[in-house]
């Protein structure tokens, strides 16, 4: 079975450019997860949906940051206009909210804004 | 105080050893506990649940302490292979989660 696939894997951009970062999650799961994680500040929840809804957005940094889920099989996270401090590996995982909400996660899309 | 904490480490410990590590949380409310495993570069992957009854899976034990609010992972026997960083996780009520910051561990030969 075909796991969390994100897309691109790598991304580079510069200063004030769009970048949209792409997320399917496992067929059957209800719920989708995007998650930022840095040196720094760790593995944080940026916004989660369930059942294509967005339920909570408050770890969304600025209002640069917007996520969508348009049908059960598609997410898309987008940073509009980018900065250096953007820069990090945007997660994203699902769930199908059974065994205590187990996530499993993509292989990530690394980010590097110059 | 953080919602959820962990040793940073690195724990460095041989081959065969057995390591344990500490988690605390904040919430007394957290309904699910899970520790996830970190290789570098890498996503978080599952590496248990934690039940409040604790649970065992081969050489892994994970403990749950609700009163005092921690869980723990104990590896018995290491391995080369279990050496990456492992996360503890929290969820608090419907689906948000809290993921510790981590703890490296380094199995050497």
């Not at chain 1, 998650?35 to 500040?41: G, K, L, V």
């Not at chain 2, 480490?9 to 506990?33: D, H, I, K, R, W």
């Not at chain 2, 495993?37 to 609700?66: H, I, W």
């Amino acid at each position: 079975d075909a796991g969390v696939i994100q897309s691109p894997r790598h991304e580079v951009t510069e200063m004030g450019q769009e970048v949209t970062l792409r997320c399917k999650p496992i067929s059957g799961h209800n719920s989708l997860f995007w998650y930022r994680q840095t040196m720094m500040r760790g593995l944080e929840l940026l916004i989660y949906f369930n059942n294509n809804v967005p339920i909570d957005d408050s770890g969304m940094p600025e209002d640069r940051f917007s996520a969508k889920m348009p049908n059960a099989s598609f997410s898309t996270l987008k940073i509009q206009p980018s900065e250096p401090r953007d820069s990090a590996v945007y997660f994203c995982a699902s769930s199908d909210g059974t065994s205590g909400y187990e996530q499993y996660f993509g292989p990530g899309t690394r980010l590097t804004v110059t | 105080r953080k919602e959820v904490e962990q040793d940073p480490g690195p724990f460095n410990v041989p081959e065969g050893a057995t390591v344990a590590f500490n988690c605390t949380y904040s919430n007394s409310a957290s309904q699910s506990f899970f520790w996830y495993r970190q290789d570098c570069r890498k996503e978080p992957k599952l590496l248990m649940s934690v039940y409040s009854s604790g649970n065992e899976d081969g050489r892994f034990t994970a403990q749950l302490n609700r009163a005092s609010q921690y869980i723990s992972l104990l590896i018995r026997d290491s391995k080369l292979s279990d050496s990456a960083t492992y996360l503890c996780v929290v969820r608090g009520g419907g689906f948000k989660t809290i993921f510790g910051a981590g703890t490296r561990l380094f199995v050497k030969a």
